[in-house]
């Protein structure tokens, strides 16, 4: 399923996530398992966050960038409109295209 994500923009034009274990750099068009990363201050929700829509009001667009992205093996949700509304949280992901 088409999904997308904001990423994390670095200095040398690759991407990571943008909060839970930002040191890794995400390849591009390569299924990527999710894995579990319990963090002091963020409530657990295993799996890749990604959205229907580009769009995540509560977050800064400073150095960081959307990015159209393939997801399988997901689950729905809720949050409210202002944090985007529907989350998508899956296993496995793939990085299709930056937008």
């Known amino acids: 399923m088409k999904a997308y994500k904001l990423f994390k923009l670095r200095k040398n034009g690759s991407i990571s996530s943008l909060f839970i274990n930002n040191k890794v750099i995400l ?3 390569t299924w990527l398992q999710a894995f579990s ?3 002091e ?3 657990l929700r295993p799996g890749w966050h ?12 400073k150095n960081r960038i ?8 997901y ?4 949050r409210p409109e202002s944090q ?4 998508y949280l899956s296993k496995w992901m793939k990085v299709k295209k930056i937008l």
């Open 27 to 29: 390849p591009l068009n």
């Open 37 to 39: 990363f319990p963090t």
């Open 41 to 43: 201050g963020f409530q």
């Open 50 to 61: 990604t959205m229907k829509r580009p769009i995540a009001p509560h977050l800064s667009k």
């Open 66 to 73: 959307w990015a159209e992205v393939e997801i399988k093996d």
């Open 75 to 78: 689950e729905k949700c809720k």
């Open 84 to 87: 985007g509304g529907l989350w």
